[in-house]
């Protein structure tokens, strides 16, 4: 991506599945996005329109019961929460290496404890700004 940092408003949960599609149409392969934000801010929601620009079509949902889950979009598309990483072993040698592949575009929710783990190319970070309102900033590296 190489547009200046940007601090977006949604006001709907459309708005940010949209602003996912706009960030999803600047990755190629390799990338990697990681999402921060509170629960309920709204990460799921926007990897699920970045997911769908890139002709995702099945359910995109928080992985819950695996670090991640892989799907097949126009490219691979890798999808991640770490927010159970601190529960699991993560010094576990090459974790990751299934989901983080040169071929796919990731986006990684909680990406905190997978801090040392994961390259970003973009980072996103969500805040909630009360009712549906929400403050989205787009970081590029
Ligand atoms: P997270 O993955 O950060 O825990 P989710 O995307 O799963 O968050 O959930 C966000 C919730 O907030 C959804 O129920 C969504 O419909 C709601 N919501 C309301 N307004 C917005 C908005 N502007 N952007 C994103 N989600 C919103
Ligand atoms: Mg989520």
Known sequence: MSEADRRLRSESPE????????IARTLGPGDVVLVEGDLGAG???LIRG?????GVSEPV????????VRYAGRVPVAHLDLYRLEDLDAEVPGLLDDYLTPDAI????WPAPGA???AATVRVEI????GDRRSISVICR
């Open 15 to 22: 708005r940010t599945e949209a602003i996912g599609a706009e």
């Open 43 to 45: 990460k799921t929601t």
């Open 50 to 54: 970045a997911c769908r620009a890139l």
């Open 61 to 68: 949902t928080s992985p819950t019961f695996t670090v991640g």
């Open 106 to 109: 990731a986006f990684v929710e």
């Open 116 to 118: 040392d783990l994961v």
């Open 127 to 130: 805040e909630h700004g009360g």
